[in-house]
């Protein structure tokens, strides 16, 4: 479940989380509305892709360490964390 509910919508969208940073301030919005939860699953898929090159498992500890988090909220402002 999403710790910071949204504003629904009537869209589905992907909210970011900083874990370094940690906290209710680090949720981040990440650009992007969906129609589907399918769609928000791929987009959800591609930015874990893009994190791990710019935030490497290797230095980062990976979806179990420091690397960002990604959710997918739900058009009711409802959500839950992506792990591919």
């Known amino acids: ?10 869209k589905w969208r992907l909210v ?3 874990t370094f940073e940690g906290g209710r301030d ?6 992007g509305e969906y129609d589907s939860e399918e769609q928000a699953k791929r ?6 892709e893009h994190l791990e090159k710019t935030q490497p498992s290797k230095s980062s500890g990976g979806q179990s360490g420091v690397q960002d988090q990604v959710f997918i909220e ?3 402002g409802s ?6």
């Open 74 to 76: 739900r058009p009711d």
């Open 1 to 10: 479940m999403l710790a910071r509910p949204g504003t629904p919508t009537g």
């Open 43 to 48: 987009a959800a898929r591609e930015q874990l």
């Open 16 to 18: 970011g989380y900083d």
């Open 79 to 84: 959500g839950y964390r992506f792990l591919q």
């Open 26 to 31: 680090a949720y981040y919005p990440i650009e």
